[in-house]
């Protein structure tokens, strides 16, 4: 881009948070969709069709493309089952590195429980204690979370947004 055209400016500094607004958007719009009163086994097998196939796809045909065209692409795969393993398992590992959000929402939907535990007995106390312990785990995620399962480490810090954006439409927050 162009830094000395105004939007090129403008655009920059809404790249800085983005992907906060998406998490947040995602918790803030699931809590008012219908979804939200439905079982924990209905939640989990609809984000696995919605976001697992998807990212299970986008993985296998960027890993054909890479073992097929090796010298046009700017990371190595290798045919191996290890490399496979991996690729699955740690996003930031595989061929298809830029779908690691389709794993951390899979992640953040699967702790529903404990989101609704806090969310639907009008535990305010322990949502905050869960706002307590996400902000923890955001700013230190990166330096003792050594793995990187389902993008556990980079997305970490994203879990605060994701539950911020369901507090505040479970409580009606945006009023204020």
């Known amino acids: 881009m162009n830094p000395e055209h105004p939007i090129a400016n403008i655009i920059e500094k ?7 607004v998406f998490f ?10 219908s979804q939200f009163d439905k ?6 097998f609809s984000k696995f069709k919605r976001l697992l196939i ?6 296998v045909v960027m890993f054909v493309i890479k073992l097929a065209l090796p010298s046009m692409m700017g990371r190595d795969v290798e045919f191996g089952v290890g490399y ?4 699955f398992l740690f996003p930031w590992e595989g061929p298809a590195r830029h779908v690691w959000f389709l794993a951390s929402l899979f992640t953040f939907f699967a702790l529903m429980p404990l989101y609704k535990w806090t969310l639907l007995r009008n535990r305010k106390e322990s949502a905050i204690l869960v706002l307590v312990l996400l902000f923890v785990l955001q700013q230190t995620a990166e330096v003792y979370i050594p793995w ?3 993008a556990i480490d980079r997305s970490a810090r994203y879990f605060i947004y994701f539950y911020l954006g369901m507090c505040l439409m479970k409580w009606d927050l ?3």
């Open 24 to 33: 947040f958007a995602s918790g803030f719009l699931y809590v008012r969709s």
């Open 14 to 20: 809404l790249m800085g948070f983005s992907l906060e």
């Open 148 to 150: 990187d399962f389902c």
């Open 39 to 44: 079982p924990y086994s209905s939640l989990i």
């Open 84 to 87: 496979i393993y991996k690729m």
């Open 174 to 176: 945006v009023k204020y």
């Open 54 to 59: 998807p990212y299970f796809f986008i993985t």
